[in-house]
């Protein structure tokens, strides 16, 4: 097929000095994944062994779950668990019991650990393979952290993909596998548009359920659709799967490449690639169009945060006019983003981690039109007058691939155009 990789700038990013930073650092923890995922996975069940902090947590991200039978708890490590006063697998191997038999439905369980478990040593992954062993086959019992010792809140969902990956079975069959927990609205675009060219099959991890038919192997070959699966990524490869790396389907120039990457992958010619992308990338950059007229010429600066910045940065900067100052990302896996570092023109600082009061002063300095953060740092910069976006947010709205772009645009071009409306 014709190239359709998109025309790099003179110098990308890829080589760019890192600053490094490992101070001070505001950012939520792995268990807020368990709000997306629990949705997606609709037979499993998350278990967060952890203090009430934990619980108190999701149930203020969840919020919602008054008429629905939860999908997600927490074991609370009371005080004399924390103490090792009790023995702490007993009570789970109660707690689990307890779970099990009131809910038949459960066929994945996922023992969640946090911080409370860390810090006592409580051995997750010794109570997962009993479990495992206890209640094979009806339920599978996995384990991952969602502690926030040393994590963001993104690494949830790349710990649980990645502990699903070993057990998978193993296949010869050639497949797609894309990787990553897209609302499914936008999963089902993403596999019309690969299905409408022909590639198949497609199986998708996280699957819908436990006994879709889900396999890896050497034959098999992997996108991801986030860029924060670096764990994942390398569980894939370690079952002899091969990743196929693109610039993440983000706006309409990041999904023509992404598509672009797949098709070459599975031979579609050109004129199948054009006929399928050419009504909804139309459509894309039409929408694009009418949120960048507000983001044209504005600059913007990302704190660390969802992993999503470098990808952003790169939409932001060439399809709607921004200017990046300082791109923040909490890990740079360029496995994964290197494409988008190509793409994203030298200029702006890329730092990697986080030393909250430097990071500040820079923002400060810089007075950037907008500011891609954590909700801790985003109230204090609007009272000095700065527009911020929570980077949350970006997780929890649809953004991915054609139709969703506009929406992605509307994210960032609202708080400006808020901004400037008040500034009247
Ligand atoms: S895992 Fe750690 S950071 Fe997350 S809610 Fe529990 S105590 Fe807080």
Known sequence: MTDQTPIQPARGCRDTPVLKERGQREVFCGLTGIIWLHRKMQDAFFLVVGSRTCAHLLQSAAGVMIFAEPRFGTAILEEKDLAGLADAHEELDREVARLLSRRPDIRQLFLVGSCPSEVI??????????????????????????????????????????????????????????????PDVVEDQALQLLGDMGIGPIRVLPAHRADDELAVGENTVFALTQPFLGDTHAALERRGARHIPAPFPFGDEGTTAWLAAVAAEFGVDQETFERVTAAPRARARKAIAAAAADLNGKSIFFFPDSQLEIPLARFLTRECGMEAIEVGAPYIHKDLVGPDLDLLAEGPVISEGQDVDLQLDRCRAARPDLTVCGLGLANPLEAEGLSTKWAIELVFTPVHFYEQAGDLAGLFSRPVRRKGVLSL
């Open 121 to 182: 040593k409580l051995d997750l992954a010794r109570a997962a393979e009993r479990m495992t062993v206890q209640y094979a086959p009806k339920v599978r019992v996995l384990n991952y952290s969602g502690s926030g010792i040393e994590t963001t809140f993104t690494q949830g969902e790349d710990a649980c993909l990645a502990s699903m990956v070993p057990v998978l079975p193993e296949t010869d069959a050639r497949e797609l596998l894309l990787v990553g927990a897209l």
